[in-house]
């Protein structure tokens, strides 16, 4: 497989901050996505990086590092809707390109 | 603009039938991917289709899966002989092109009784 790792549960309370780390294995990489997946819906697009560095989008960042096969979603001033589950999902080249390798996903729970 | 859409959205079936999903993909994305999600696991691909080239077939896990792709739109899901292991959500996603993020369906959640 591609061990993409991130943790299983999360739990943080409103107003807070939680950063959800994955992991991933370096060979043929080409881009790493997160997803947020509410349940029973399809996961629906948060970011991509494919630069080392943090990208930052309202409430969202991502953060890359290539060389350490590291990735986390920072997500900020939690509410309640942020509650679900967040996938990181790694892209890759060559024969294999144009598939996405997922984690099995980190569910958040936001506390009032 | 529509999204991606998926048909059915449930499917009860009895072991040993044939069903076959349909996907709708994003009007003008070249690519079209299939996915299988059970429960508490990771989204598993299945299939990549990207324009007329040979699709990328190597993630069906056994020959009772088939997939086509009329050009660049409707895809249909084959599973024949349905094993009650086969219950899962089946995602479709398509996508620019293979290098572009990918957006997904609703998925149709598929029950093998």
């Known amino acids: 497989g591609q061990n993409i790792d991130q943790p299983t549960e999360m739990t943080a309370t409103e107003g807070a901050i939680v950063q959800i780390n994955c992991t991933y294995q370096?060979?043929?990489?080409?881009?790493l996505f997160w997803y947020q997946q509410h349940a029973g819906e399809a996961p629906t697009f948060l970011s991509y990086?494919?630069?080392?560095g943090l990208e930052e989008k309202g409430r969202f960042s991502s953060f890359l590092s290539r060389s350490k096969g590291y990735s986390y979603l920072l997500l900020k001033e939690l509410q309640m809707k942020d509650s679900a589950s967040y996938l990181c999902?790694?892209?890759?080249?060559?024969?294999?390109?144009?598939?996405?390798?997922f984690g099995r996903g980190t569910q958040l729970t936001v506390w009032p | 603009g529509a999204g991606v859409s998926q048909s059915p959205s449930n499917k009860v079936t009895e072991k040993g039938k044939d069903v076959e999903l349909r996907c709708d993909p994003i009007?003008?994305?070249?690519?079209l991917y299939w996915y299988r999600q059970r429960l508490g696991q990771g989204l598993e691909f299945l299939i990549y289709?990207?324009?007329?080239?040979?699709?990328?077939k190597s993630g069906l896990p056994s020959d009772r899966f088939s997939a086509e792709r009329t050009g660049e739109s409707v895809s249909t899901l084959t599973i024949q002989r349905t094993q009650q292991e086969d219950s899962a959500v089946y995602l479709c996603?398509?996508?620019?092109?293979?290098?572009?993020?990918?957006?997904f369906g609703p998925g149709t959640r598929l029950l093998v009784l």
């Open positions: 370096t060979s043929g990489f080409n881009g």
């Open positions: 009007s003008g994305h070249t690519a």
């Open positions: 289709f990207q324009g007329n080239s040979a699709p990328d």
């Open positions: 999902a790694r892209g890759s080249r060559g024969s294999t390109l144009g598939r996405l390798y």
């Open positions: 990086n494919v630069l080392d």
């Open positions: 996603a398509s996508s620019f092109t293979g290098e572009e993020t990918q957006y």
